[in-house]
T-cell receptor, first 109, second 117 residues
Framework: RKEVEQDPGPFNVPEGATVAFNCTYSNSASQSFFWYRQDCRKEPKLLMSVYSSGNEDGRFTAQLNRASQYISLLIRDSKLSDSATYLC??????????FGSGTRLQVQP | GAVVSQHPSRVICKSGTSVKIECRSLDFQATTMFWYRQFPKKSLMLMATSNEGSKATYEQGVEKDKFLINHASLTLSTLTVTSAHPEDSSFYICSPRSGTPGSNEQFFGPGTRLTVL
């Protein structure tokens, strides 16, 4: 079983739509949680950290449920530029980040 | 954010040759370096972790004699793929972590796309 599981998609949505991605993780020692964005043939880039209280950054809202070991990302008012692969990422602290395989989003005009 | 360079960005080589990939942290000191590889439509998989001046620790299934890692300074780490084969074709990404106390942030190089013919 993968340590971080994500629906690979693709999610094809029209501009302006709201889309949600989910992720589950199996390592209960995970302490930090993130969403990264990866464009084709590029390195991953930090989109936002995820906190238990939930956090929002503009059109992006992230939620963490430690009891269920579940992380979500909501994107409102999708833009064409949001098209990318979204990676769910966990960390136990001192060790390297653990990546999910990503959920591909394609926003269409 | 921190600046990390990786060279070369893309390399095509013949089977059996060795390829060296350099990763530099340009504006901070990386006490720890992680090397990942990513196959198409797959997640980034950690290959090894190295601390400056120490031998690298390899993940299960990664051959240390095939993927040589050198982390001789706080700003430079290299990964050498020895006797490369087509199955080694992948996207290799370095990820330095700052040695600043209290900082666990990982940065990422732009990656090296290796194609072995």
């Amino acid at each position: 079983r993968k340590e971080v599981e994500q629906d690979p998609g693709p999610f094809n949505v029209p501009e302006g739509a709201t889309v949600a991605f989910n992720c589950t993780y199996s390592n209960s020692a995970s302490q930090s949680f993130f969403w990264y964005r990866q464009d084709c043939r590029k390195e991953p880039k930090l989109l936002m950290s995820v906190y238990s209280s939930g956090n929002e950054d503009g059109r992006f809202t992230a939620q963490l449920n430690r009891a269920s070991q579940y992380i979500s990302l909501l994107i409102r008012d999708s833009k064409l530029s949001d098209s990318a692969t979204y990676l769910c990422v966990t960390s136990t602290g001192r060790r390297a980040l653990t990546f999910g395989s990503g959920t591909r989003l394609q926003v269409q005009p | 954010g921190a600046v990390v360079s990786q060279h070369p960005s893309r390399v095509i080589c013949k089977s059996g040759t060795s390829v060296k990939i350099e990763c530099r942290s340009l504006d901070f000191q990386a006490t720890t370096m992680f090397w990942y590889r990513q196959f198409p439509k797959k997640s980034l998989m950690l290959m090894a972790t190295s601390n400056e001046g120490s031998k690298a620790t390899y993940e299960q299934g990664v051959e240390k004699d095939k993927f040589l890692i050198n982390h001789a300074s706080l700003t430079l780490s290299t990964l050498t793929v020895t006797s490369a084969h087509p199955e080694d074709s992948s996207f290799y990404i370095c990820s330095p972590r700052s040695g600043t106390p209290g900082s666990n942030e990982q940065f990422f190089g732009p990656g090296t796309r290796l194609t072995v013919l």
